[in-house]
């Protein structure tokens, strides 16, 4: 059987039914863990990304546009 996947704006993910299926099995801590894990990995690939765009940039500047990226998203 085929599911049909519903994307639209109501709508940001779409969780294969495979995934779903390891992360029921998972417990709360572990599925918290791999959340923090995914996390800590955008904020270091944002760090990166805003490192090349401004070399000029201290890290305390780095760091607070990363949160306010995080915070705020992009407009």
Do not use: C, Y
Request: charged share 30%; glycine share 4%.
């Amino acid at each position: 059987m085929v599911r049909k996947l519903r994307l639209d704006s109501g709508q940001i993910e779409v969780v294969d039914d495979a995934m779903t299926a390891v992360l029921k099995k998972k417990t709360s801590a572990e599925r918290l863990a791999i959340g923090n894990s995914l996390r800590s990995a955008a904020r270091s690939i944002m760090k990166a990304h805003f490192l090349q765009i401004h070399p000029d940039w201290d890290s305390t500047t780095i760091d607070r546009a990363v949160s306010d990226r995080f915070l705020h998203g992009t407009s």
